[in-house]
């Protein structure tokens, strides 16, 4: 079985500040992990996915997430967020297959100008 | 690029009414899914399938069913609404490559009163 821990509810930033978004994982088997984002009134938009290539991997709108076996880890970050990143970010695994993905229950992001 | 269409985005519905909720994708895919999302709780996977007429309970399946008789559509049915079924439902599908990201529809906002 796999699950998602991600840290914080909700997290707040200025605009320019780094973005960190800290996502944990539990997999059985080396998991396929993705980022979504959730604008207000809408659907889950696909930010980036690890599959086991590229440890360091680069998503839409500047972000980027750094698969890290030892730590379990999938933190996403952005180096300057803007006020269009506010949003509820999603962190979701799968072992592949026919397994489904597990969510977290969700970071929202705050930008103040 | 992928669509996924739900029939309605906002919909009210009497406590015992019989209620559909339709979602259609373009792309062909075998795969189809369906979860709600509440506050605090992230996204909780209710039925999937994996190819027409085949369907698999998820974590929370108690009070819906569903239908699949087209590859391109796939229906929940609440049998008789119950107001803890007020929630946000969204509809995903994904194909049979071997990333197993999901693409989102836009979501139903269900009220039952």
């Known amino acids: 079985a796999q699950s998602v821990t991600q840290l914080g509810s909700h997290v707040s930033v200025s605009e320019g500040a780094l973005v960190l978004l800290r996502c944990n994982y539990s997999s059985s088997v080396p998991p396929y992990l993705f980022w979504y984002v959730q604008y207000p009134n809408q659907g889950l938009q696909l930010l980036l996915k690890y599959t086991s290539a590229a440890t360091l991997v680069k998503g839409i709108n500047g972000f980027e997430a750094e698969f890290k076996k030892s730590e379990t880890s999938f933190h996403l970050t952005k180096p300057s967020a803007h006020m269009s990143d506010a949003a509820e970010y999603f962190c979701?695994?799968?072992?592949?297959?026919?397994?489904?993905?597990?969510f977290g229950k969700g970071t929202m992001l705050l930008v103040s100008p | 690029d992928v669509k996924v269409t739900q029939s309605s985005r906002y919909l009210v519905k009497r406590t015992g009414e019989k209620v559909f909720l339709e979602c259609v994708q373009d792309m062909d895919h075998e795969n189809m899914f369906w979860y709600r999302q509440d506050p605090g709780l992230g996204l909780r996977l209710i039925y999937f399938s994996y190819d027409v007429k085949m369907k698999e309970k998820g974590d929370i399946p108690e009070g819906y069913s569903v239908s699949r008789e087209k590859k391109e559509r796939f229906s929940l049915i609440l049998e008789s609404a119950s107001t803890n079924q007020t929630s946000m439902y969204l509809c995903?599908?994904?194909?049979?490559?071997?990333?197993?990201?999901?693409?989102f529809g836009p979501g139903t906002r269900l009220t039952v009163t």
């Open positions: 979701a695994v799968s072992l592949g297959g026919y397994s489904t993905l597990t």
């Open positions: 995903a599908s994904r194909g049979t490559g071997a990333t197993y990201e999901q693409y």
